[in-house]
């Protein structure tokens, strides 16, 4: 019978590739069969030494994801709650970027580079929807998509 791994070591390893969530470590190390009392240990042990710092990791993966387009706003939000940021966190850090990252600028740099060849002034009603929706999911609002594909069309002209 095999020995469960150890749970210092493999956080430490998992840790040296990329920041991680507290929640995140806790659940990888769950499923590679560590000792509950061996995780908490681990987990402690990288708090006190600052390897894992959920503000600091919160803002890190909100401004990623907001400088690739991937998500804004409400998107962003359930994003970081999905890797296990709590409420206050998520939100702080979304305040923290949202002073040094322009939500239309990103806009404006996502349908630049994902509709680089789109014609705007002769897109049908299917396509612009399909945009939309694009934007959209990402989490832009409505009102900012809209405006950014009118100034999109008026500039084409």
Known sequence: MSTPPKAYPLALRWLTLRSRSEADLRQR???KGCDHEEIEHALQRCCELGYIDDQR???ERAGQLMRRGRAVGIRL???LK???INEQQAQ???EHCCHD???GQILADLVQRRYASTD???LDQREQRRIVNYLQRRGFPLRLIL???KKKKDTSC
């Open 29 to 31: 190390l769950q499923q």
């Open 57 to 59: 990791y919160a803002i």
């Open 77 to 79: 939000k359930q994003e």
């Open 82 to 84: 999905k890797e296990g």
């Open 92 to 94: 702080q850090a979304i």
């Open 101 to 103: 990252l322009d939500e």
């Open 120 to 122: 705007f002034t002769h």
């Open 147 to 149: 405006d950014h594909l």
